[in-house]
């Protein structure tokens, strides 16, 4: 049975998302320079980063999430590489750099080991979780 999606507001992973933004932007700006390990890195936290902007607002499982962040990853990677076959460019050097505009089997390498990654952090949350002693009342 499919447990449906609820709209909710979960702040620990609002806390989250908003540090990985932060992470995101530093290795676009202070990490430039890093060449390959900017890009791929960034592509595996980005999916980790959309799993929990959507794990803040709606309530389901962890799989239906972070397939949905896979999706976006692949879905980005798809107007790339249409984008080049229809010789299209964004204009927007910012949008450009969020973006990115070439498409690359890399990269979507990189967004299923964020979708790994996901489901690992979340397998050892549920793990420490059950594992932790529970306070009882006297």
Same mark, same amino acid.
């Given at each position: 049975?499919?447990?449906?999606?609820?709209?909710?507001?979960?702040?620990?992973?609002?806390?989250?998302?908003?540090?990985?933004?932060?992470?995101?932007?530093?290795?676009?700006?202070?990490?430039?320079?890093?060449?390959?390990?900017?890009?791929?890195?960034? #592509? /595996? *936290? &980005?999916? @980790?980063?959309?799993?929990?902007?959507?794990? !803040?607002?709606?309530?389901? $499982?962890?799989?239906?999430? =972070?397939?949905?962040?896979?999706?976006?990853?692949?879905?980005?990677?798809?107007?790339?590489?249409?984008?080049?076959?229809?010789?299209?460019?964004?204009?927007?050097?910012?949008?450009?750099?969020?973006?990115?505009?070439?498409?690359?089997?890399? #990269? /979507? *390498? &990189?967004? @299923?080991?964020?979708?790994?990654?996901?489901? !690992?952090?979340?397998?050892? $949350?549920?793990?420490?979780? =059950?594992?932790?002693?529970?306070?009882?009342?006297?």
């Amino acid at each position: 049975m499919i447990r449906a999606m609820r709209w909710r507001f979960d702040p620990l992973s609002l806390a989250w998302a908003v540090a990985l933004f932060i992470l995101l932007v530093l290795l676009a700006t202070v990490g430039a320079r890093w060449g390959w390990v900017r890009s791929f890195f960034g #592509d /595996v *936290l &980005a999916v @980790v980063w959309v799993y929990f902007v959507f794990k !803040t607002a709606i309530g389901t $499982r962890v799989w239906p999430l =972070a397939l949905a962040a896979l999706g976006v990853g692949c879905a980005v990677e798809l107007g790339q590489y249409l984008a080049s076959v229809w010789q299209l460019r964004i204009s927007n050097r910012a949008l450009r750099i969020v973006l990115g505009s070439t498409a690359d089997w890399w #990269d /979507v *390498l &990189a967004y @299923v080991i964020g979708f790994a990654a996901v489901l !690992t952090l979340e397998n050892l $949350r549920d793990a420490l979780r =059950a594992v932790r002693p529970r306070t009882s009342a006297p």
